[in-house]
């Protein structure tokens, strides 16, 4: 029987391939790929409700477009759309479009990323150097010795 926390313990083996897993390759860049994308909705979002749609509304007269809906039943009262929610079966269109603003934004914040992406990966590398002094002795030499051994053809 092993003792706990011997090199050969299934315990030992797990962490090391639980390690392997989290800290190498794809997973720990997926996971910090979660986490920037989390951070960077979040700045989508407030564009968008912060900055973006107050524009809107102060164009089309200042209507807020988060309150914008159409109630579906006969006895709606509610003037804001988290009130007519509450009252029943409601179509929050403005949210609605504000949403849509958010995924356009990320959409196109991501097309450009990979468009980037392309350009980086279709960059020629550059040329290398042309061969140095010693080099072009070496090759001046292995042509002589190759043009020695080769067989003259007889005519």
Do not use: C
């Amino acid at each position: 029987m092993q003792q706990p926390g011997h090199r050969n313990s299934k315990g030992f083996i797990m962490w090391n391939d639980f390690k392997n897993f989290a800290f190498k390759g794809n997973a720990f860049d997926l996971a910090v790929g979660v986490i920037i994308g989390a951070a960077f909705g979040g700045i989508v979002t407030s564009l968008v409700q912060d900055i973006i749609m107050p524009i809107i509304g102060a164009i089309t007269g200042g209507i807020s477009f988060s309150n914008l809906f159409i109630p579906l039943h006969a006895n709606a009262v509610a003037t804001d759309y988290a009130g007519a929610v509450k009252e029943g079966a409601t179509l929050g269109w403005g949210n609605f479009l504000t949403i849509v603003i958010n995924f356009v934004i990320v959409a196109f914040v991501l097309f450009l990323l990979v468009q980037v992406a392309k350009r980086m990966r279709n960059e020629q590398p550059a040329t290398p150097p042309g061969p140095t002094t010693t080099e072009k002795l070496l090759i001046e030499i292995r042509d002589s010795l190759q043009a020695q051994k080769a067989p003259t053809k007889k005519s």
